[in-house]
Every structure is written in structure tokens, then in C-alpha cells.
């Protein structure tokens, strides 16, 4: 246990921020890191009937330890089912899930996410994992976050590669597109929690983690980003969120508590 429970790391402010996206009774589709972490809190919390889907197929699952990826084992313990990819991507299909969380390579404006390539796609600089259940996810869920750290290389103007839809071109192109799912509805960042204007469909800041600036955040965005008319400041975790992180879901500092403060 650290002895300074109110120095709260920038990954503590994340996943805080990313389990109060779970709604009590969602379904929800859930990835290795940050998002695993997010969903153990909401579950311990606010959201206890909150149903988790992980892309290896295993369903609901109540582990003792935190997991290291979809596949590892301790994921089946207290699970509903173990039933396979398959499955897994089929509940997508049938609207079935309320919210995914993703992480990215490369994200532009309007949500619309890079994880296949940095360069041409024939040529490429960087050969990246790809989408896996990515664009299943964003295209055919209710709604989708994103969890990414801000970095100019990330946030970029226009992605490189569109592997996973935002809200791809701006106002109506989803719907055009023949995408059933709401599209992204929240970015967690390092430095604030970014949205997405309902006219507009492009991001902008709506919440800033205590003592960052929207000059800072606009820093490390590669496009023009605006505030929301209502910026507000993220409150800190209180301290029974920072003991369950800190002493129940991740005591070893796997995915939380490392970074800088």
C-alpha cells in the first residue's frame, strides 16, 4: 500500500474516469489494461451487475487476480460462459453490447481510429496488431470509449489508416455509412477527458484532470481542439476508489500506479 493515498498517478485518474462510463446493468465488451481495470472498479462499485465481455468468448467472469490479457486463465473463474471468440463478436452483432473500450495508435477529430499501419499500407514504417474485435466493437456497439495517452503522434489531424469508424467524415456520415452503433462518446486521456460535439461530431475537451490547462492538452493534440461551453475540472478519487486500485484490483502496480504524478 503507498503511504500517500491522495498522490493519485494520471493511470489512477484514468481508470476512475473509464469505470464511470459502465452503467449499472450494461454488457460490456472489455479489452487487456486499463479498460480491465476500469471494469473491475465500476463492478466493485456503482455498476455491480454490470455484465463483462472479453474477446476470447469468456463471459462475466469474477476473478480473484487481475488478468494479463483476454485469454488468461484466471479470467474463466465465477465466468457464465466460456464459449469463444465467436460468441463473443456474435453478442456485437446483435446489439447486445452497451459500451467497448478501445485503445489506439492513431485517432483524428471525429473518433476514427489507426491500429494497422504507421506509413503505406504496402510500405509500411510500423506494422501495428491491427483491429481484432476493434472495428466490430466501434461499429456495432451502443457506444464506444477510447483510452489513450496524449501525444501528438496519436492525436493526429487525419488518420494514416482507417481501421475502426468514429464518426468518420463529420455530422451524418455513421448513419450514412450503415453503422447501427452510437459511435464514440468519451476519450480518456492523461490530462483530460475529451467528447465529442453533438453539431459538429468533432472532440473536444469537457473535463481537465486537476492542475492541467487547456493550452497543455492543445499542446499535445496535432489539430485545433475546443472546449466545451461547460469545462469543468475532474474531481480527485476519493480514497475507498484509491484502495480498491491500489490494494484490491491491481496491489502489484501491473496497469495503474507507475506512471509520473
Known sequence: MRSAMTDVSRDEYMA???SREIRDGDT?????????????????????RVNLVFESGIIDPQPVDLATGVGDYRLVHGSTKVAGTFYALSLLQQAKVDIGFLGTAEIDPYGNLNSTVIGPYDRPRVRLPGSGGANDIA????????????????????VQYLTTPGFLTGPGAREAAGLPGAGPVRVISDRAILGFDPASRRMRVER?????????VQEHIAFPIDAAPTL???????????????????????YVGRDER
Do not use: N, Q, W
Not at 456495432?140 to 489531424?157: G, Q, S, T
Not at 481537465?208 to 497543455?216: D, F, N, S, V
Not at 474531481?235 to 491500489?246: G, Y
Open 16 to 18: 476512475v474516469a473509464a
Open 28 to 48: 460490456a465488451f472489455i479489452g487487456t489494461g486499463l479498460p480491465m481495470v476500469a471494469a473491475y472498479l465500476a463492478k466493485a462499485t456503482h455498476a455491480p
Open 139 to 158: 461499429s456495432m456497439a451502443k457506444r464506444f470509449v477510447v483510452i489513450a495517452r496524449l501525444d501528438r503522434k496519436r492525436f493526429v489531424e487525419k
Open 208 to 216: 481537465l484532470y486537476p492542475g492541467a490547462t487547456l493550452a497543455e
Open 232 to 254: 469543468e475540472i475532474e474531481p480527485e478519487p476519493d480514497l475507498h476508489l484509491l484502495r480498491l486500485l491500489r490494494d484490491v484490483i491491481d496491489p502489484d502496480g501491473v
